[in-house]
């Protein structure tokens, strides 16, 4: 669905992204790991058109996405919660949600229901100012956001960061279910989490891919996780 | 009591021609952190434009039309042509409509000459009517009911529509608007020519509230504006109203009880405020 290839990123004269190569696979959880500064973030944002890819291609269903704006690449069906959730704080919950929709139509408000459903706080505090919410309704609200926006794939920057760890066993459950209806990258730091729900793993060090393959692989490789991850 | 109700109805005005102006420098620099100097150019065009076309035509509404579709032309002009390209630099955007400011204040010198122009009044807005024994100036009135309905049309527009929602959002985390599939920068160029025309019809109103309109007043204006801005909170239409009525009454009353300080009050102003509140009194942006 999703293939990275051989990417690379220049901000300002860092070389951020040496060579980073992986998939997302279609209807499945992909996690990406690494420590701080390994290029996680970088790489969901040059996906997203915010970083111009010096080197490599992005395609998206065999479509390649190469520098495109990143309005146009939004519209191609790839929604992002970024790291710091990227909240309006002066529109209420309600008008988010609202503009999340490209186009009100059947599909995007059954999105919306579902979204309710999951997060039943967001319809509790539809009327109230995005930036006044707690932090996991605020993380509620970006992924919520995303996914009615989006159509196919969603790239999820550590939704665990900052969190509770009971408000973070909340959102993994939601992100199980939502792996019903979209694709999700994700990037996570935190491993105990990110492994009882992805499917796909990759590891980054270095602005580089150094490990991939089945998140079942990387659950029984102690050598694996130990050094890269720093958990045994 | 005649005379604190007539500083009242001056400094209203006065406040809300700032407004006019103001409005659209916060929504630009709270939406693209473009810093316009030029925006003041604007506005003297709408003045000059208003009084050409008022002295052809002698309909004050054609006049106003007109002087706000040449303004909003302009501003369509200046942002393809010279704000575009300098997105993301303060520095070159600082030099870019300090430039075009004097470009549009030497257009206006080469088409009307540079010696200062009277500016007419409609028989209709002439003269003063009586309140309770007070006299107060028409004209001065109806630029504070066309003030506060320009305000009233700019929230409902930002509050009630989509494209107000997207506004606000791109005011809060304008990256963010991007990856919800918007072209942030096609509702930049709306907003910027948007902008420009209600800075043009305030320079409509300005020049039969002045009498006398030259070049170089949209400078003046603009120093006023970049103040409330700046008191208001950056990007907040509310706080550059509030903080416009504040400026005017200010000078209003300054000039009329301590006419020494009336040029230092707004400056005095900006400082108590920013002491205050760093971020202006309802900005979010610092």
């Known amino acids: ?232 | 009591m005649n005379a604190i109700l007539n500083l009242l109805i001056n400094g209203l005005s006065t406040g809300l021609l700032i407004f006019l102006l103001a409005s659209g420098l916060t929504l630009i620099f709270g939406l693209m952190s473009v810093l316009n100097f030029a925006h003041g150019g604007f506005f003297v065009w709408g003045a000059f434009v208003w009084v050409w076309l008022f002295s052809a035509t002698g309909n004050f509404f054609i006049s106003v039309v007109g002087a706000i579709g040449i303004g909003m032309l302009i501003g369509f002009i200046f942002e393809k042509t010279l704000i575009r390209p300098v997105y993301g630099n303060h520095i070159r955007q600082l030099l870019v409509t300090l430039g075009g400011m004097l470009v549009l204040v030497e257009l206006i010198r080469m088409i009307w000459g540079s010696n200062p122009i009277r500016a007419g009044l409609p028989v209709w807005l002439d003269g003063s009517i009586q309140l309770g024994g007070v006299v107060l100036i028409k004209y001065r009135l109806f630029v504070i009911l066309v003030g506060l309905i320009i305000y009233g049309l700019i929230m409902l527009l930002l509050k009630k529509t989509k494209i107000g929602m997207i506004i606000r959002a791109g005011v809060d985390n304008r990256e963010m608007v991007q990856a919800l599939g918007i072209n942030i920068k096609a509702v930049f160029s709306m907003v910027f020519i948007l902008g420009a025309g209600i800075a043009a019809l305030g320079g409509t109103l300005l020049a039969p509230y002045s009498g006398i309109i030259f070049a170089d007043m949209g400078l003046q204006y603009a120093i006023l504006a970049f103040i409330v801005v700046i008191i208001g909170g950056l990007g907040s239409v509310r706080g550059a109203a509030l903080a416009s009525i504040i400026v005017g009454l200010a000078g209003a009353f300054t000039a009329f009880y301590y006419p020494d300080l009336s040029l230092a009050v707004n400056m005095l102003l900006l400082i108590f405020v920013l002491l205050l509140r760093p971020k202006g009194l309802f900005g979010e942006k610092g």
Do not use: C
């Not at chain 1, 019903?180 to 796909?200: C, H, P, R, W």
């Not at chain 1, 793993?201 to 692989?217: Q, S």
């Open chain 1, 1 to 232: 669905m999703l293939k990275v290839d051989n990417l690379e990123t220049y901000i300002e004269q860092f070389h951020i992204l040496q060579g980073v190569t992986f998939e997302v696979r279609k209807g499945m959880i992909t996690v990406l790991f690494g420590r701080n500064g390994a290029g996680k973030t970088t790489t969901l944002r040059t996906i997203m058109g915010y970083y111009p890819i010096a080197n490599g291609t992005v395609r998206y269903n065999d479509e390649v996405l190469n520098n495109l704006p990143t309005h146009l690449i939004a519209r191609k069906g790839i929604g992002y919660v970024p790291e710091d959730q990227g909240i309006f704080p002066s529109l209420t919950v309600g008008e988010t949600l609202v503009l999340a929709q490209r186009e009100k139509n059947k599909e995007t408000e059954e999105k919306l229901t579902w979204m309710l459903e999951l997060f039943p706080d967001l319809k509790k505090f539809w009327q109230k100012r995005s930036g006044l919410l707690s932090g996991g309704q605020k993380q509620m609200l970006a992924i919520a956001r995303a996914f009615i926006n989006s159509d196919g794939l969603l790239l999820i920057d550590e939704p665990s960061k900052g969190l509770s760890p009971l408000m973070v066993e909340k959102l993994m459950e939601a992100i199980l279910q939502m792996k019903e209806k979209t694709t999700i990258l994700l990037v996570e730091q935190n491993y105990f989490m990110a492994s009882e729900i992805g499917d796909y793993f990759y590891i980054m060090d270095d602005g580089k891919i150094v490990h991939g393959g089945l998140m079942d692989e990387l659950k029984e490789d102690a050598e694996l996780s130990m050094k890269y991850l720093g958990v045994s």
